[in-house]
């Protein structure tokens, strides 16, 4: 038997017609291509954000001096979608998130690991919009 | 330079040889004949082996280019053919042979020593034989009471044997120490149990009616019961090939060499136990290695020699530390002045002797507290540092500098000069390098210390910097931040660091923050540095998903309580299971359902139990003399309290508690971090214990307490590991690594050596005075909870990529496919 997560949902009196309304919906989307994320000042500098966007998990990211990063959620290690949840910080000025798995280090930029060469997440294009974050998968 | 090698014999001395010749780049064939089935190990270490050391981490490694013949000796060497012969029957033709067949252990000719039940002790074999015939044996007697019968007889008392030892001499190890230091250490030796008998020999060993050893007869008629006996009483040379092939022997053996290790025959060598070497035969695996160093260099048309060794030795046998060094047989009193200082409360006696002019130290002898021997070996022959009675208690100071052409390392001969010439040419900075280098320190370890005060002399940053970010530790950085008031990475990092940190120095700045009492872990910055688990207050698994274990206080739980747990599991779906630490695991919560289970929980009387943080996990506890008959204290009340004392302490690394009731020791708390045992008169306190990866028992630190002097010397001890201890290391390695151990931290934290109790206590009461339950906080705080989602943008939906399938009725995650494996 396969369990989706959503069954335990039921018992939790959270508003079901909310479980697909997304931030874009709510806010008209974006331009073609980009789909906004959330609001510009909720994205705190040095804590990543994940994003469903057009199907695909996205970690967003801000670093301490305002620089605007998305790589692909899924840890190639583990499997799991959990890059957003890494901590963020620089590896000879390089700005890195550590996966919170077992901390291989990538690069904001270029989305490479870099404890494993060869190793490669995907990266995406991120920007603000007005007074959104805004991110571009294809 | 000689192109076809054969070695008899691969024990260490061999393995040095081959290891050196192949490392310098000889050419050419190199054949080994071992009669044992494996490869070198190291012997020194044997009786490890009995305590859990696995064969493959006694051995040595063998270097590639060896063809090794196992379990197959030489027993003929034709010289005029040069070939030589081997068990098999081959015939193995050599350029140069090395003869390294090492010794046998001396059994002196008593009626009975043959009968089953009689061993010697010198090989992985013989400790298999042993430890198989000591499962029906009740005692056991050593014969030798030297360097290696106090060995054995430590194995027969690890093995739960009752053991006795016979010695010839008039003391127990005649060759290291003189009549004073045998007496400290019999009494150090009976003092675990052990039976001694001096002065005596071995008449006979007699059979019982099975046939196998029931008794040792000592030649004044006693009668030593015991089903085992090993014979340890010295030495012989294997010098047999040599004999049967013509090459020159001493009177009492040893295959005769020059200063090259050259036999009479020029292709013929002798290395270790097996030659006689300047004199004598040597015993210690120091002088063998520098043999095997010698042969190999004149090999390869060198021209290196071997004219006697430091014979120093510093061990410790049955936990009693015995040194000697340099010159300490003296037939009279001319040419030699001698300091003594002996205590017999403390078990300690040393003795050094000077030269008559009391300028030059000639040598010493320590039992009980080898402390001076590290520095003071070094200064054999030379210029004494300091006066004799100051370098009996302290050794040689660390401000005193060690001449150039001291020999640091004596098992592998290596002088301090060629220490900092490699150093130097190398550009070493830390011990490993230092060992890979030179060889220092990699046998017996006693000059490590030595070795980084070498380092720190040559001007090298001994490299406690904690990542590229900070060149500080974890305990600099706590005094930088405590002191200067620091309550931001980011003035932290600017001010002291380079950079915007990493995932090692982000955490410990967080839990030093957090130490100090900077509020919610997840206030303003200080969530961005908090590694995941802390940042979402659970623990994360496999998938993604996270587990939830909400504080049980000492194990204790009402029925109530108990049902809600079953309730929320039931309800949020998730699979349970009983802790190690009496609590309960709720596993596969999605990052959105924590607020959503953590209310329940909160409203139903718990609180986080921290699974997730480096902080006090649990006190755990048994039920003590409130139900059980043989519980002398409320050992779950005392429980409970420290639990609620320090929960939430934020710590270098996870802290583990428990209380027993009674010295049966139910909770198994000398496996944690501070483990109390009630005894009639209060509470044993012990420290530095670990289960887990590397077990540890815990120490003793006070006894007998009333629970106000335990909660207060608790109290010290956390805070002291707090501020001092390097990240993520645990109480038990930072215990071992505390200069002075157990006598130093009892000194700090209940003599307030270094005058910081009264900030150690207040450190403390900050912490229990501020104390809040981060779950009810986060709850409280509608910024903190708009992080618990899956996707910013889709607050409602969860992660899809997370399923679970059923197992023995509860879920489990279901394995994602990884395309590379860490």
Known sequence: MTILGHTALDHTGLDHAALDRTYADETGGGGPGWTPVCPDAQLVPELGAAALVAGRQVAVFRTFDGGLYALGNRDPFSGAQVLSRGIVGTRNGEPTVAS??????????????????????????????????????? | MSSRIVVAGFGPAAHRLVETLIARGLRGDLVVFGEEPRPAYDRVALTSYLSGRSVAELTFPVPDGVTLRLGCGV???????????????????????????????????????????????????????????????????????????????????RLGLRTHVVEMGDRLMPRQVDEGGGAVLRRHVESLGLTVHVGAGVAAVEAGEDGRVARLVKPDGEAIEAQIVVFSAGIRPRDELARDCGLPVGERGGIVVDEGMRTADERVYAIGECALAAGMVHGLVGPCFTQAEVAADRILGGSAAFRGADLSTKLKLLGVEVAQFGETRFEDAAGALDVVYMDPVAGVYKRLFVSDDAKTLLGGVCVGDAGPYGTLRPFVGKTLPASPSDLLFAGAGAQTELPGDAQVCSCNNVTKDRIVAAIVEEGLTDVQGIKDCTRAGTTCGSCVPMLKRILVESGVDVGTALCEHFAHSRAELFDIVAVRGITTFSRLIAEHGTGRGCDVCKPVVASILASLGNGHILDGEQAALQDTNDKFLANIQKNGTYSVVPRIPGGEITPEKLIVIGEVAR????????????????????????????????????????????????????????????????????????ELRYRGLRAPHKIKAAVSGCARECAEARSKDFGIIATEQGWNLYVGGNGGFRPRHADLLAADLATDELVRTVDRFLMFYIRTADRLQRTSAWLEAMDGGLDQLRAVITEDSLGICADLDAQMERHVAGYVDEWRATLEDPDKLRRFVSFVNAPGTPDPSIEFRTERGQIKPIPVTVEVTP
Do not use: N
């Not at chain 1, 077992?102 to 690991?113: E, P, Y």
């Not at chain 2, 959105?592 to 329940?600: C, G, H, M, S, V």
């Open chain 1, 100 to 138: 919170p798995m077992h901390k291989q280090v990538f690069s904001l930029v270029t989305g490479a690991c870099l404890d494993d060469p060869g190793i490669t997440v995907p990266t995406y294009r991120v920007r603000v919009a007005g007074a959104a974050i805004e991110v571009k998968v294809a």
């Open chain 2, 75 to 157: 027993v003929a060497v034709d010289r005029d053919r040069r070939v030589v012969v081997a068990a098999d029957g081959t015939r193995e033709p050599y350029d140069v042979l090395v003869l390294a067949t090492g010794s046998a252990p001396f059994v002196p000719p008593v009626p009975g020593r043959d009968l089953p039940g009689c061993f010697v002790y010198r090989t992985i074999e013989d400790l298999d034989a042993i430890r198989a015939a000591a499962g029906d044996a009740v005692a056991g007697v050593v014969v030798g009471g030297g360097l290696l019968g106090l060995e054995a007889a430590d194995a027969l008392r």
């Open chain 2, 571 to 642: 309800e949020f779906g998730l699979y349970t299971k009983i802790t190690g630490g009496q609590r309960i695991d709720l596993l596969g919560a999605r990052v959105e359902q924590l607020p959503l289970i953590w209310k329940r929980l909160v409203d139903a009387g718990f609180e986080s139990g921290h699974a997730y943080g480096k902080a006090l996990r649990t006190v755990k506890s048994c039920v003590g003399a409130t139900w059980c008959r043989y519980g002398v204290q409320d050992s779950v009340g005392l429980a409970i309290a420290l």
